[in-house]
């Protein structure tokens, strides 16, 4: 279709224009909002194009969690670096007119896939691939994920795991002067160091030696 070309086009200019301005960008906080939308404009060429789950992947993993990431970082040292500086206003109001042009474009974005993706699918009728026995793109990826690399899958869930665990261990510092609660002090200390825990007779009261 027409319009589908149409629309696969300008995504694709504006993902390009986009990872250029993330690198020609002196500022980094319009830097991190073009690389938001150079995410969501992929995302919405592989829904175009038939691959839904990477689509979706996209604006979860990437928009939702790193280019998140990315921003809050950028923005905190910025304020690090204008605490010193006078009209901190003024310098924090020159992000509003780019991020309100991107917020523009990603919401036309939006709706021109996501609507015609939903209420419209004739639009994208040229790019679903014709799957047997009606088994979707995500079925299909996961059945092969699942099968053929389950083996891939677990290994790199280990190394994950072991690079989480290797950046907890190099994180950790010993300091001194902070007060810390030993559960096993706690469990293995001995009766009388604790509550005692008294049987009370009903319509009477605890003695307390004075």
């Not at 979706?56 to 204008?82: D, K, W």
């Not at 523009?104 to 021109?112: G, N």
């Not at 994208?124 to 088994?135: D, H, R, Y």
Request: glycine share 6%.
């Amino acid at each position: 279709m027409i319009a589908h070309a149409i629309f696969f086009y300008v995504f694709s200019v504006i993902a390009v224009v986009s990872a250029i301005m993330v690198t020609v960008s002196k500022n980094t906080v319009h830097s991190v909002f073009f690389l938001i939308l150079d995410f969501i404009s992929i995302s919405c060429l592989f829904i175009m194009i038939g691959a839904e789950f990477l689509g979706m992947i996209m604006l979860i993993v990437y928009v939702g969690a790193v280019a998140v990431l990315f921003l809050f970082v950028v923005m905190m040292l910025n304020v690090a670096q204008q605490k010193n500086q006078w009209f901190v206003s003024k310098d924090s109001s020159r992000h509003i007119p780019i991020g309100l042009l991107i917020s523009v474009i990603i919401f036309f974005e939006l709706i021109i896939v996501i609507g015609g993706w939903k209420y419209k699918p004739d639009l994208f009728n040229s790019a679903k691939s014709s799957l047997e026995n009606g088994v979707s793109n995500t079925h299909s990826l996961g059945q092969v994920l699942y099968t053929d690399y389950i083996h891939v899958f677990q290994i790199s869930g280990m190394i994950l795991l072991i690079a989480m665990i290797g950046a907890i261990v190099l994180t950790f510092r010993q300091r001194e002067g902070v007060k810390k609660q030993s559960y096993l002090k706690q469990i293995s200390r001995e009766r009388t160091e604790g509550v005692e825990v008294l049987e009370v007779a009903s319509n009477k009261g605890v003695k307390i030696d004075d």
